[in-house]
C-alpha cells in the first residue's frame, strides 16, 4: 500500500477537485500548526481525498457525498480514527443501511485485519443491529487466516459475552487446539469458556481438563500454553491437591520432557512443602522434596534453560530461605541477589 | 507435530555494533516523497509521533535543537472544547493524545500552555462505571487507557479526580491465569498490555497486587534463543516486545531475569547493513522506521546502561512534577531475605490468581513486601503508551531531523561499550 499509491498514473486520477459536483466545496489543506515544523509534500490522491475530507468536516456536512468520501479516505488510511468517527456520524445522520455497512466493514477487515478501528467499528455496527448472528463465523474466517489476530479474539469475547453464545465456543477452541495445539489464544479462549460456564470448581471439569491437557502434553511436549494452562488451573486448590498427577508429570518427565515441565514439577514439590505434609504419592519427607526441588532449579539454570538462569537460581534461593537450612553441598552457583542490581548493568 | 521452536536465527554475520553512519545515511534518504507518503500515513498519531522525538532527544541531551514554541503552539490546536487533545490539528480528541500532549508539555514545562483542568475533565469523564477508561465518546474500552488517564493525572498531579479503586479494580479484574494482563478481562495476557497494566499499577501505588514472581516469570519466557523477546507465548520476536517486556521487568524489579547480552545482539542484529534503520527481526524487511527507532533507542540505552536506572523518563520532569513512580521492592539478597527463617509478615500464604481473574487481588508467591515504597524508581512506567498498539508506518518527520542530528553526535554514544566481543557464539549454533 505504501509504495503503490506513487505509482498512480495522475493522468487517469479522477480527483475530487475535477469533479463537477464536487466544486462547491473549497478544499482544505493539511495544516500542520501556525509554524509548521516541517514543510512536506503528499502524494497527489492522499492530498486530494484528505483536502476535501477535511473540508466537510469544517462544514460537518452531513450528506452522501460525504459518506461516499469517507470510504475514499479510508482506503488510503484506515487507521485514521477521525475518519472512522465521521463515517458513524454519517450513518447515523443519514439513517444508512446498516446491513451493507456490515459488508462494508467484512471486506475491510479482511483486507486489514489487524487494526484497532476497524473491529470497533464492527462493534459499534452489531450493537446498532442488535444482531451478531454472523460474528462468530466472520471471526472464525479471520482466525483461519491468523489463529492468533488479538483484535479478532477480543471482538470474539465480546460477542460471546455479550450475547451469550457459549454454546458451541468450546468446541471451536478444540477444533483450533487441533491445528495447533501451540496457539496460545487459543488456551486463553479455552480458559474463558470454562470459567464462564461450568467454572473450575467441579472435580468433574477439573480431571476432563487435566487429563486433556496431560494427552496434549504427550502430542507437543515444548509448548509453554498447555502448562500454563494446567497450572493456572490447578494453583489455587494447590498443585498438589490433585491426585496422580505428580505421578504422571514424573512419568512423562522420561519421555516428554521439557523446560515448562520441570517448571511445573518444581511448583508441585513447592506446594508439598508449603501444604505441610507432602501427599501420599510424593513418598518422601519434606528433605528429601527441597532437595529434589533445588536439583530441578539447578538442572534449569545449569543446562535446559540458561537463558533464564537468574530465574531459577531466585526460584532455589526462595525455596531454601524458606524450607531449607543448609546450603546443599552442590550448589555452586554464584550468591547473585535476587534483587536488581543497584549499579546500571 | 514439530518440537521446534518458534524464532528467528541470527546469521554470524549479522551487524553486531550499533551501524550509526548507516542509519544516518538511511534518515537522510527520508526526506523523499515516498517517505512523505508515510509521513501523512501517521497524522493520525502526531502527537504521539513528536513526544516519541522529543524523548529520544532529551535522552541524548539534545531536546533544546527542536523546536519548542512551535510545538506548543501545535498542541494548542489541538486542544478540543471538551479538553481532550487530539492527534493533528482537525482530529478528533482522544486519551492516547491527551497523554502524549500532556508529556510533551511536561518535558517543556509548559503546561499552562493549554487549559489542564478541562483535561482532567475530559480524563475524568472517560471513566465508566466498572472503573475502566474508553479511549474517547466512542466507548472503546481498553487498558491501554487505563494506563493513559492515570499516567496524564499523575503529571498533572490530579490522580483524585478519578475514582482510584474502581480503576484499580478494573485492571486487576484484568489479570489473567498466568499472571498476567489483557486489554479487558478474559483477554489474552500480551506484553504490550502488560506493560500499561504494570505502569498503572505503579502510578496508583498497587504493585503489591501483583504476582511479581509469576508475572515476572512469564515476561522472562518471552526470551527466545535468538536472545529476542515475543508477545505472547509461541510467536516470533519483535523487537518492539523488547520495550514492552523490558519495561515491565523494571517496573516489577525483575529486569535481571532477561539474557541482556542476548537482547542486546538480537537488537543490533536487527539492523539493516544496507539501508541502515532497524526491522521488526533480523531478516525483515525495514518497515516501521522511525517509530521502531525511537524505541530502539531507548532499548539500546537500557542495554548498553546510558540511561539512567531511573529509567527513560527525565529525572527533572519527575522531580518537577513531584512524582515518585515506584517499582516492585525486590526480593532481597540471600543473606538479606525478607523471610530468611521467618513467617511471612501478615496474611496467609501466597495465594494464587483467581480462576476468576475479577475476583480477588493476588497475593504474593513469597509473600514479603507490604510497602513498595523504593527510591524513584522507573520512570519508564510514563513512557507514552501510544508507543504500544498503534500501527504507524513511519513518524513524524522532526524524528527524521531529531535522530540525524543526534546520529551527528556519536561520539557521545559510547558507542564501544555496544560493540560486542567478535569470538561470541552466534545464536545460530542454538538454532
Redesign the interface.
Known amino acids: 500500500i505504501?509504495?503503490g499509491?506513487?505509482n498512480i498514473d495522475m493522468a487517469v486520477c479522477f480527483c475530487f477537485r475535477d469533479r463537477k459536483e464536487w466544486a462547491d466545496l473549497e478544499p482544505?489543506p493539511?495544516?500542520?500548526?501556525?509554524?509548521?515544523?516541517?514543510k512536506?509534500?503528499?502524494?497527489e490522491k492522499?492530498?486530494d481525498v484528505?483536502d476535501y475530507f477535511?473540508a466537510l468536516?469544517?462544514k460537518d456536512e452531513r450528506s452522501e457525498r460525504a459518506f461516499a468520501l469517507t470510504a475514499e479516505a479510508i482506503e488510503l488510511?484506515a487507521?485514521?480514527?477521525?475518519v472512522w468517527?465521521y463515517r458513524?456520524v454519517l450513518l447515523q445522520a443519514l439513517s444508512k443501511d446498516l446491513r451493507e455497512e456490515m459488508r462494508y466493514i467484512t471486506n475491510i477487515i479482511e483486507e486489514q485485519p489487524?487494526?484497532?478501528q476497524v473491529w470497533?467499528h464492527r462493534r459499534?455496527v452489531v450493537e446498532w443491529l442488535g444482531d451478531p448472528s454472523e460474528e462468530l463465523e466472520f471471526i472464525a474466517q479471520i482466525l483461519s487466516q491468523d489463529a492468533?489476530n488479538?483484535h479478532a479474539?477480543?471482538h470474539r469475547?465480546?460477542v460471546i459475552?455479550e450475547y451469550k453464545l457459549w454454546d458451541k465456543e468450546l468446541a471451536f477452541v478444540e477444533s483450533l487446539l487441533e491445528d495447533d495445539?501451540?496457539?496460545?489464544?487459543a488456551w486463553?479462549?479455552r480458559?474463558?469458556v470454562i470459567?464462564?460456564t461450568t467454572?473450575?470448581?467441579e472435580p468433574a471439569v477439573v480431571e476432563r481438563e487435566t487429563q486433556y491437557c496431560l494427552n496434549q502434553i504427550r502430542?507437543?511436549?515444548?509448548?509453554?500454553?498447555v502448562w500454563?494452562?494446567l497450572?493456572?488451573?490447578l494453583?489455587?486448590r494447590g498443585l498438589s491437591s490433585q491426585p496422580g498427577l505428580l505421578e504422571k508429570v514424573l512419568e512423562l518427565k522420561e519421555t516428554h520432557c521439557s523446560p515448562y515441565l520441570l517448571a511445573f514439577l518444581f511448583d508441585c514439590y513447592e506446594d508439598a512443602l508449603?501444604n505441610g505434609v507432602p501427599k501420599d504419592s510424593l513418598d518422601q519427607g519434606c528433605q528429601e522434596t527441597l532437595e529434589k526441588a533445588l536439583e530441578i532449579c539447578k538442572l534449569l539454570a545449569q543446562e535446559k534453560d540458561t537463558?533464564?538462569k537468574?530465574?531459577w537460581q531466585?526460584l532455589g534461593?526462595?525455596l531454601q530461605?524458606?524450607y531449607g537450612g543448609e546450603v546443599s553441598p552442590g550448589d555452586a552457583t554464584p550468591?547473585?541477589?535476587?534483587?536488581?542490581?543497584?549499579?546500571?548493568? | 507435530m514439530s518440537a521446534q521452536l518458534k524464532d528467528v536465527i541470527i546469521k554470524p554475520d549479522a551487524p553486531s555494533w550499533l551501524l550509526l553512519d548507516k542509519h544516518a545515511d538511511y534518515i537522510a534518504a527520508y526526506g523523499s516523497k515516498k517517505d512523505d507518503y508515510e509521513y501523512t500515513l501517521s497524522e493520525y498519531l502526531r502527537m504521539s509521533g513528536i513526544y516519541w522525538g522529543l524523548t529520544v532527544m532529551d535522552l541524548m541531551g539534545q531536546l533544546p535543537r527542536m523546536s519548542r514554541q512551535e510545538i506548543i503552539d501545535f498542541i494548542k490546536a489541538c486542544q478540543h472544547e471538551c479538553g481532550g487533545v487530539s492527534a493533528s490539528i482537525g482530529h478528533d480528541p482522544h486519551l492516547l493524545y491527551t497523554l502524549s500532549a500532556i508529556q510533551i508539555l511536561c518535558l517543556y514545562d509548559s503546561l499552562d500552555a493549554i487549559d489542564v483542568d478541562k483535561v482532567v475533565e475530559y480524563v475524568k469523564g472517560l471513566q465508566q462505571e466498572d472503573g475502566s477508561f474508553a479511549g474517547d465518546k466512542w466507548g472503546e474500552i481498553d487498558t491501554r487507557f487505563s494506563f493513559c488517564a492515570v499516567a496524564t493525572l499523575a503529571l498533572l498531579g490530579k490522580m483524585d479526580s478519578i475514582n482510584v479503586d474502581k480503576a484499580v479494580e478494573f485492571v486487576l479484574s484484568c489479570m489473567n491465569f498466568d499472571g498476567g494482563f489483557g486489554c479487558r478481562p478474559g483477554s489474552e495476557s500480551h506484553a504490550g498490555q502488560i506493560y500499561c497494566c504494570t505502569g498503572f499499577l505503579s502510578l496508583t501505588g498497587q504493585l503489591h497486587q501483583l504476582n511479581a514472581d509469576l508475572l515476572g516469570w512469564w515476561l522472562c519466557e518471552r526470551q527466545l534463543p535468538s536472545g529476542g523477546l515475543n508477545g505472547r507465548p509461541e510467536k516470533l520476536p519483535d523487537v518492539c516486545y523488547s520495550w514492552w517486556v523490558l519495561a515491565s521487568l523494571k517496573i516489577i524489579g525483575r529486569i535481571h531475569w532477561i539474557d541482556k547480552a542476548k537482547l542486546r545482539r538480537f537488537i543490533l542484529a536487527c539492523q539493516d547493513e544496507e539501508t541502515g534503520g532497524f526491522a521488526d527481526r533480523p531478516g525483515d524487511v525495514v518497515r516501521r522506521v522511525l517509530k521502531s527507532r525511537a524505541q530502539i533507542f531507548l532499548q539500546c540505552s537500557e542495554c548498553s546502561g546510558l540511561s539512567s536506572a531511573g529509567g527513560s523518563f527525565p529525572h527533572s520532569v519527575r522531580d518537577r512534577r513531584s512524582l515518585s513512580p515506584r517499582r516492585r521492592a525486590d526480593q532481597g539478597s540471600k543473606s538479606g531475605s525478607v523471610h530468611a527463617g521467618g513467617r511471612p509478615a501478615e496474611g496467609p500464604p501466597a495465594a494464587r490468581p483467581p480462576q476468576l481473574a475479577h475476583h480477588h487481588p493476588h497475593k504474593h508467591r513469597y509473600p514479603h513486601i507490604n510497602s513498595p515504597q523504593l527510591e524513584a524508581g522507573s520512570g519508564s512506567g510514563l513512557i507514552s503508551v501510544s508507543l504500544f498498539g498503534l500501527n504507524p508506518s513511519s513518524a513524524h518527520v522532526s524524528i527524521q531531523r531529531i535522530v540525524f542530528q543526534l546520529l551527528k553526535f556519536k561520539h557521545n554514544l559510547k558507542t564501544h561499550s555496544l560493540h560486542l566481543n567478535a569470538s561470541l557464539p552466534s545464536a545460530a549454533a542454538k538454532n
Not at chain 1, 550468591?335 to 548493568?345: F, G, K, L, N, V
Open positions: 505504501v509504495c499509491v506513487l482544505v493539511q495544516d500542520d500548526g501556525p509554524n509548521p515544523v516541517v512536506i509534500a503528499y502524494s492522499f492530498s484528505y477535511r468536516l469544517k488510511n487507521a485514521n480514527y477521525t468517527h458513524r489487524k487494526n484497532y470497533h459499534m492468533k488479538y479474539w477480543q469475547q465480546w459475552q495445539v501451540r496457539n496460545n489464544s486463553n479462549q480458559h474463558f470459567s464462564h467454572g473450575f470448581s502430542k507437543a511436549p515444548h509448548n509453554e500454553s500454563n494452562y497450572k493456572g488451573m494453583q489455587d508449603e537463558i533464564r537468574e530465574y531466585f534461593r526462595s530461605d524458606r550468591t547473585a541477589p535476587a534483587s536488581e542490581p543497584q549499579q546500571i548493568s
